[in-house]
């Protein structure tokens, strides 16, 4: 089986400007997850994403947004970007909420200068 | 609230001898705990999880962490490192907040460091 795969893995981008992160799960899992990691804060849970719906929303300003399609596959966007958005943004994907445990993508390394 | 703490930030052990990652964590309630490792460049991959169950928890890679409920620690061992094996180290615990959700809250991370 493919794993997580998301796209792209490295972007730059300007202060001001806005981004979309594309995740694709793994065939047949329905759980999405995103994850900020900075060296400064680590790992910080963004959203989460079950059958098309936020199932839950991290401590992020509204700027960050995501949405689930159909297929599973996951989109998160930001806007307005600032310097402190410069991180690595790992995708996740699990077979089901709970206790099932999530496999992730390489991750997005986003830079904003 | 849920929490995971990783007391280490660097962990370094020889080729061959047996090696150590610890973890506490904090819950209200039955924890659910994960470990996972990330290479330079890569995302996380999954080693292995605690549900309910045998306390010793057997993982890919040759990895297994002891759940233990009184010191509220599930540690990661490995009987004889492999200089392959350094990486960051997270652990993990599922925030049992939120109904059914798959959120999960990481320690800090603690580097592994195996030295030939």
């Known amino acids: 089986k493919a794993g997580v795969t998301q796209t792209p893995r490295y972007l730059i981008k300007t202060r001001g400007q806005q981004v979309t992160l594309s995740c694709s799960p793994i065939?047949?899992?329905?759980?999405v997850s995103w994850y900020q990691q900075t060296p400064g804060q680590g790992l910080q849970f963004l959203f989460e994403?079950?059958?098309?719906?936020?199932?839950n929303k991290g401590n992020f300003p509204g700027r960050f947004s995501g949405r689930q399609f159909s297929n599973s596959r996951s989109e998160m966007n930001v806007s307005t970007l600032e310097l402190g958005d410069s991180a690595l943004y790992l995708c996740?994907?699990?077979?089901?909420?709970?206790?099932?445990?999530?496999?992730f993508g390489p991750g997005t390394r986003l830079t904003v200068t | 609230a849920q929490s995971v703490a990783q007391p280490e930030d660097q962990v370094n052990v020889a080729e061959g001898n047996p090696l150590t990652v610890k973890c506490t964590y904090s819950v209200s309630g039955n924890p659910y705990l994960f470990w996972y490792v990330q290479y330079p460049n890569r995302g996380l991959q999954f080693l292995l999880k605690?549900?309910?169950?045998?306390?010793l928890v057997k993982g890919s890679y040759g990895f297994e962490a002891e759940f233990n409920k009184s010191q509220t620690s599930f540690h990661l061992k490995k009987p004889s490192a492999l200089v392959s094996d350094s990486a960051l180290y997270f652990c993990a615990v599922r925030d049992i907040g939120s109904s059914n959700t798959g959120k999960l809250i990481f320690g800090q991370g603690t580097t592994l460091q195996v030295k030939p």
């Open positions: 994403y079950f059958s098309e719906t936020q199932r």
């Open positions: 605690y549900i309910t169950g045998d306390n």
């Open positions: 996740a994907s699990s077979r089901g909420q709970g206790v099932h445990e999530q496999y």
């Open positions: 065939s047949g899992h329905r759980s």
